[in-house]
Every structure is written in C-alpha cells, then in structure tokens.
Antibody, heavy 123, light 107 residues
Framework: EVQLVESGGGLVQPGVSLRLSCAAS????????MTWVRQAPGKGLEWVSG????????YYADSVKGRFTISRDNFKNTLYLQMNSLRAEDTAVYYC????????????????WGQGALVTVSS | EIVMTQSPATLSVSPGERATLSCRAS??????LAWYQQKPGQAPRLLIY???TRATGIPARFSGTGSGTEFTLTISSLQSEDFAVYYC?????????FGGGTKVEIK
C-alpha cells in the first residue's frame, strides 16, 4: 500500500525557515517523480514544486522560486521541501504527492497524496 | 504560465441528475489534463488523467472529454458521495497549474 506521510509543519514567524518532510513507503521511491502542492485555508490547490526521479531535475512555481528548495533522499525514501524567507501568504496545508512516472511530461498527475502538513506563517 | 479556468464556480444539482463541469486552458495542453475530487478535510483524489482515462477504482459515472483548450468532466448520475469540489490540472507545461475549482452542491 502506498503511503505518504508529511511532517515538519507548524506555526512560524515571517522571515524564518522551515523544512517539510514526506516519508514514502509501499512503492519504489527512486522510480517516481514527486511533487508538493499547497492549499491555503478555504482556497484552491496550488502546485509548488516537483522533482523528477533519479536525475533529480527540479521545478518551481514562480511564487516560491528562489525561496523554496525541493530535494529527495532516495536511500531514506523521503521527499523534502526547504522553505526559507516564509511569508504570510505561504500559510497553507502542504501535500506531497506521487507522480505516475519518473518525470516525463505525461507523468505529472498524481494518484497518491499525503494527508497534508499545515504551515502557518504569522507574527 | 497556462491559466486554467473552471466553470461554473458552483453547481447545484439534485441527486441522480447529470453534472457537467468545464475547464478551459489559456493555451493548448494537448490531452495532458487531469481531474481531481476533494472533500472537506481530505486530500484530493485523482479521477481522470490524459483528459479521458478514468483512474483505477473510479466509477464509470465519471467521464472526461476534450483536448487542446476545452475539457469537460461529466458525472452522469450524481450520488450523495459526489458532492465535493472538483479541480482540473494541466501537466503539459511548467509550471503545472490547477483550475480554481467547481463546487458541486446539493440542490
């Protein structure tokens, strides 16, 4: 059974950093691209960042480019999102999700999602 | 960035009726279009990918059509568990983008 479990969320002040983790199990992690999607309270879904399987190409939304870094540890089967210079508008539930393949164009839709981690940025 | 526009924002439907949801892309996304269902407090659930292929375990009452810039999700006979918010997502170009969602509510 595929499982994705996010951790690392919390309440932080503007300007600080936070790292989210997503522990994956039930599939061959190294073979799949992964992504982060967020959802602000009462709002729709916003794609944040993606990373391909073994070659580790990375992609970012303009809203987080230069502040967030996606990475993966294929030995620990874990996906990360390092979030720096956090802003109030980054407040959201952050979901990690598994792509359907290794990272070709047609792979970037998401069958499996974690339960989400809430990040609140407020002073 | 490709802008995905969903309409209507809210759709009021009686159980057993047909629901038709629209998604329009600001430029062609070919057939690289997915649909998701989300219920309150839950993660999204994949319904359709490749514009028209049902995901594993998705009932046949859900169907997707379209290509290029115009897409439709049809729920042929709404069941109580189908009242939710539906999102389209394009994966033809970076950045990936979602539509703003259509809420399907009970009439």
């Amino acid at each position: 059974e595929v499982q994705l479990v996010e951790s690392g969320g919390g309440l932080v002040q503007p300007g600080v950093s936070l790292r989210l983790s997503c522990a994956a199990s039930g599939f061959t992690f190294i073979s799949y691209a992964m992504t982060w999607v967020r959802q602000a309270p009462g709002k729709g879904l916003e794609w944040v960042s993606g990373i391909s399987a073994s070659d580790e190409s990375t992609y970012y939304a303009d809203s987080v480019k230069g502040r967030f870094t996606i990475s993966r540890d294929n030995f620990k089967n874990t996906l990360y999102l390092q979030m720096n210079s956090l802003r109030a508008e980054d407040t959201a539930v952050y979901y990690c999700a598994k792509s359907s393949g290794s990272g070709y164009r047609s792979d970037w839709y998401f069958y499996y999602w974690g339960q989400g981690a809430l990040v609140t940025v407020s002073s | 960035e490709i802008v995905m526009t969903q309409s209507p924002a809210t759709l009021s439907v009686s159980p057993g009726e047909r629901a038709t949801l629209s998604c329009r892309a600001s430029q062609s996304v070919s057939s690289n279009l997915a649909w998701y269902q989300q219920k309150p407090g839950q993660a999204p659930r994949l319904l359709i990918y490749g514009a028209s292929t049902r995901a594993t375990g998705i009932p046949a009452r859900f169907s997707g059509t379209g290509s290029g810039t115009e897409f439709t999700l049809t729920i042929s006979s709404l069941q109580s568990e189908d009242f939710a918010v539906y999102y389209c997502q394009q994966y033809n170009n970076w950045p990936l983008t979602f539509g703003g969602g259509t809420k399907v509510e009970i009439k």
